[in-house]
């Protein structure tokens, strides 16, 4: 039944009934935004919006400023209540009963609202043009083209209305098969009448319009759908609560879940899409369409584990992944401390959920149905066995090790059509994993919105909130790493010693660490001993025992443990109770008690205090920590490095890969930095924390010498250039956590390269920190290249102190707005060394162009500027051409895939007509047409310099090239105008070019 058609309860809409709609919509409005976004589905926005343009109550305009693209959802849905208050009675009126056919249980026991005229769908009459049909009845035409997008654009294209791009345009991977009908209704409506007659017609002759896309006519038997509502049951009971790093403080999953940034691989098609939770699973970034695993990947404590909880806890209430019937979690650490062999069967059964009867039915139908079922791998990277695809098992009765049934699921030897979702750090992934992945999904963290909303969700007073998100501001060093959502939870949970701190605030990751223990203990123990300088020393037999239990698994790839590993390791139940420890549950075996640590990062924050307290080391434990190479077997070094006669998992540790020993390194060099020597000695002597202290120093600048020995030597004529080894990132912010300038200043001075590329580096605010600190002791400026990161605003502003040094700096697809771009510019105009910026594909806008126009007018040495594929229009390009008409340097000039028009060019024209110093310009898709090609033509004419200039995929007439053809008469330096996929005929272009020489086309 159509929303409009709904029977209206009151008799009519008096002034109490409107102010009860407007109060709603104020005081609903979270829970309405909830319900609208929560799923990270835009499909019942879409909806709403639908109703409203059928109904008139939204203009096209309207439309356009609530569906904005690459905005976040929730801020279209905001956008869409505002509008919505500000339009008046009718409007909210409408709104609320689009909202209750759409989203009903939004509306709780509101009751239905009046006031909605229907449409002329609804009353049976039409409006008097096509165009005008295809608006009022836009919902179900929606509904109607769905299963018939193809036909529908075959029609457009033979009648001559829709072009291929167009078509391509529509059909784009990353929609939804709604989306991609209203993006041809909205394509439609641009064409004119005729094109909407020829839709029209064609869902007339189509009958079969509107079926879905997919249907599954065969029923579930009941056994399945009573164990489908018993795991939905379980899923949900397992996911309400946060289980990681505060499981233990029961908070509510709905009240504490802050988003992160997904972003996809940047070698895929829709690598600059935005992306929701349920676009994890959907076709969008595909690139091997055989594969059915999707990886998710992030550093330690970006928040994967509690992503996939999000996910599952979505299915289970039924608002998400409803495409598929049932959803298998699973842990990895918990698969890990499987001993048995098992079928695919028993894997599911035991692990996730037991069926009370008929199995065999239950599963034949998973089997018979593989594209209804999604299974769930968290932690692939804290398995003992690094992954293979040597040994192939296809029988899903068959037993087998369970890493072996995992690989094989993965690869898509067995079960093969289920979609399976797998969680992992980047570095554990290698080709051999990659190739059976249908894409990579990167998981970046907090945003800065995400770090303000999950700090405010942490502290019921805002006023405590405030006064903890002012601390992170006055910061920026720890406000880089509140970026992850481990660190945010820190520093959160510590908000009393955070505030007490002052200038002693933490800087580090090592410091922040040590926050948390501090706090933990002085929860415990309320003591004023714990606040002493010596609260270290108080605990320190607790720290040493969780420290060689943590240490093992470390080693050991173990990260759930027994009584007998506590045991082993002198744990005791004080020990237990200071909180570092949760108790895990055991699927397989419910009765059996076992532990884990918070977070991985935790557990590896204590094996560091124990390399670094205790007496029960090898000497050769500090170096073996920090060789990079022949990770595969390190195990076994570092157990026998451990006084303990407790070795039963060395066998498994001599095939295990072992990640966690580089974060554990890390917080070493943090622990043995003299801005913490003071508190360690009232635990260790003096000599051996110094003796430590210069095996790590040592290390570190060992590692670093062995990368800059490996840079080959530039070919004749270009510049020495370094691209980043694996583990050089990684040394770096080891060096960064020792915050001692005479090791940064000591490793510097033996890198002599004129470039460094950090390309696909996972680059954040923290890694851009630890950069700046050492960066800046270089000798010799450099070009900076960190390509495809995520260096975002924090980031940008973490880097300047190292911009001095800095020859040029090359940003591009980095999430950096204009704010960053602002606080660049402001210490960029101070560094004589900086020449040279490139910001392709980025969140900037006119505003930025401001800025970009002071460092023109003040630098007369500035060389390139390059600001393709952002968000400025014609306005940017006017206050860039004032800066551009006070300088004198520029010779590198790209703006290509901005929306500058002809307005904007002849603006940039009017300022570069008589520079003496352009080279290269580059226009590419910009809108421009023939005017903005003639006044264009005055640079050509006038320029003694300028090489290159680029045109290709804008609207320029033969006109328009007839004025560039002419000026390239006067100019005869210059060596080439790209004009491809302008509006020319084939037989123009070649008309032109017998001319011109020069013309590309």
């Known amino acids: 039944m159509c929303v409009l058609a709904v029977t209206l309860e009151l008799p009519e809409r008096g002034h109490a009934s409107s102010m009860f709609g407007q109060e709603f919509v104020v005081k609903q409005r979270t829970e309405i935004l909830h319900s609208l976004c929560s799923s990270g589905s835009a499909e019942p926005l879409e909806k709403i919006l639908d109703i409203l343009l059928s109904q008139g109550e939204l203009t096209w305009e309207d439309y356009q400023n609530v569906q904005v693209p690459g905005r976040p959802l929730y801020a279209n849905a905001r956008q869409l209540l505002d509008l919505v208050y500000m339009k008046g009675v009718d409007a909210r009126g409408c709104f609320l009963t689009a909202l209750q056919e759409v989203k009903p249980e939004a509306l709780g026991a509101f009751p239905s609202f009046t006031g909605c005229n229907p449409s002329p769908e609804d009353k049976g009459e039409t409006r008097c043009t096509s165009a005008q049909n295809l608006l009022a009845q836009r919902p179900s035409l929606v509904h109607k083209l769905q299963g018939c997008i193809d036909g529908a654009l075959e029609a457009l294209l033979e009648s001559g209305y829709f072009s291929v791009s167009d078509c391509d345009e529509v059909r784009l991977p990353l929609r939804t098969p709604t989306q991609q009908a209203r993006c041809l209704l909205d394509h439609v409506r641009s064409k004119g009448e005729s094109a909407a007659t020829v839709v029209l017609r064609y869902i007339q002759q189509k009958p079969e319009c509107g079926s879905p896309t997919y249907s599954d006519n065969t029923t579930p038997p009941k056994e399945f759908l009573k164990y489908q509502k018993k795991l939905s049951s379980s899923v949900s009971a397992q996911s309400c609560f946060l289980s990681t790093y505060g499981g233990t403080s029961h908070m509510s999953l709905d009240d504490i879940y802050t988003e992160g940034h997904l972003e996809l691989a940047q070698d895929c098609a829709d690598a600059h899409s935005p992306l929701g939770l349920e676009g994890i699973v959907g076709k969008v970034g595909t690139v091997n369409k055989e594969a059915d695993t999707v990886l998710v990947s992030g550093e330690a404590g970006s928040g994967k584990s509690t992503l996939l909880q999000r996910l599952h806890l979505l299915w289970a209430r039924g608002v998400a992944l409803q495409d598929f019937l049932l959803l298998f979690p699973f842990s990895c650490r918990r698969l890990n401390s499987e001993e048995k062999e098992l079928s695919v069967q028993e894997l599911l059964f035991q692990h996730c959920c037991w069926p009370d009867r008929e199995q065999e039915e239950i599963f034949q139908f998973i089997l018979d149905h593989p594209h209804l079922i999604l299974f769930t791998f968290d932690g692939l990277d804290e398995l003992k066995q ?326 080959p030597q530039p070919v004749q004529g270009e510049k020495k250039s370094m691209h980043a080894m694996p583990d050089f990132v990684w040394l770096i912010k080891c060096i960064y956590e020792m915050q001692e300038d005479r090791i940064a200043k000591h490793a510097m001075s033996k890198l002599e390269v004129d470039h460094l590329k950090l390309t696909y580096c996972n680059i954040g605010p923290v890694e851009c920190t630890a950069l700046a600190y050492v960066l800046q002791h270089l000798r010799n400026p450099v070009g900076l290249q960190l390509d495809n990161n995520s260096v975002g605003d924090v980031g940008v502003e973490q880097l300047l102190p190292c911009l001095h040094i800095c020859r040029s700096l090359y940003l591009r697809n980095n999430n950096i707005t204009d704010e960053g771009i602002r606080k660049l510019i402001a210490k960029g105009i101070h560094c004589k060394n900086f020449q040279k910026i490139a910001l392709f594909n980025n969140k900037l806008t006119d505003v930025c162009a401001k800025y970009f126009c002071h460092l023109l007018q003040t630098r007369q040495d500035f060389l390139s500027l390059r600001l393709g594929n952002n968000n400025i229009t014609a306005e940017g390009a006017q206050w860039l051409a004032e800066g551009l008409k006070c300088n004198h340097s520029l010779q590198f000039l790209g703006l290509w895939g901005n929306k500058i028009g002809d307005a904007g060019a002849k603006a940039l024209a009017g300022a570069l007509e008589n520079s003496k110093t352009l080279v290269w310009f580059s226009l590419v898709g910009n809108g421009i047409g023939s005017s903005g090609a003639r006044a264009l033509a005055n640079i050509i004419r006038k320029s003694p310099t300028l090489e290159e200039l680029w045109l290709t995929e804008n609207c320029i007439t033969r006109a328009g090239v007839e004025c560039l053809i002419e000026a390239l008469q006067r100019n005869t330096q210059m060596k080439s105008i790209w004009l491809r996929n302008n509006d020319l005929m084939l037989e123009e272009q070649e008309e032109m070019t017998k001319h011109e020489s020069r013309l590309v086309f």
């Open 386 to 711: 690094s992954f293979s695809d040597e040994h192939r098992l296809c029988c899903p009765t068959q037993r087998a090790p369970v890493h072996m049934l995992l690989f094989n699921l993965i690869q898509g030897s067995l079960m093969k059509g289920v979609r399976k979702v797998v969680t992992s750090r980047p570095e554990a992934v290698g080709p051999v994993l990659k190739k059976h992945l249908s894409k990579e999904v990167f998981l970046k963290g907090f945003s800065l919105d995400g770090i303000n909303c999950f700090v405010r969700k942490n502290h019921s007073d805002p006023t405590l909130a405030a006064k903890v998100l002012a601390s992170l501001q006055a910061n920026t060093a720890l406000l880089g790493l509140c970026h992850n959502p481990v660190l945010c939870w820190i520093v959160s949970r510590c908000h009393k010693e955070l505030l007490g701190c002052g200038e002693g605030s933490p800087q580090t990751i090592t410091d922040v660490y040590l926050m948390i223990l501090q706090h933990f203990f002085q929860h415990q123990s309320p003591s004023k001993s714990s606040k002493r300088a010596g609260w270290l020393e108080e605990h320190l037999k607790t720290v040493l025992h969780l420290g060689q239990l943590a240490f093992k698994g470390i080693v050991a790839t173990s990260y759930i443990f027994s009584a007998t590993d506590l045991e082993a390791s002198g744990v005791t139940e004080f020990d237990i109770s200071m909180g570092f420890l949760l108790t895990s549950k055991d699927m397989s075996a419910p009765n059996r008690k076992q532990y884990e640590f918070l977070h991985l990062t935790i557990q590896c924050f204590f094996a560091a205090l124990y390399v670094v307290l205790s007496d029960n080391t090898d000497r050769s434990a500090i170096p073996k920590l920090f060789e990079p190479q022949d990770r595969e077997g390190a195990g076994v070094c570092f157990i026998v490095c451990i006084s303990s006669t407790n070795q039963q998992n060395v066998e498994d540790a001599t095939t295990a890969k072992t990640p966690n020993l580089q974060i554990t390194a890390a917080f070493v060099s943090g622990l043995l930095s003299k801005r913490h020597q003071s508190l360690l000695l009232h635990s260790c002597s003096s000599a051996v924390i110094g003796k430590k202290g210069q095996q790590v120093a040592r290390c570190l600048s060992k590692g670093m010498q062995k990368h800059f020995k490996s840079i």
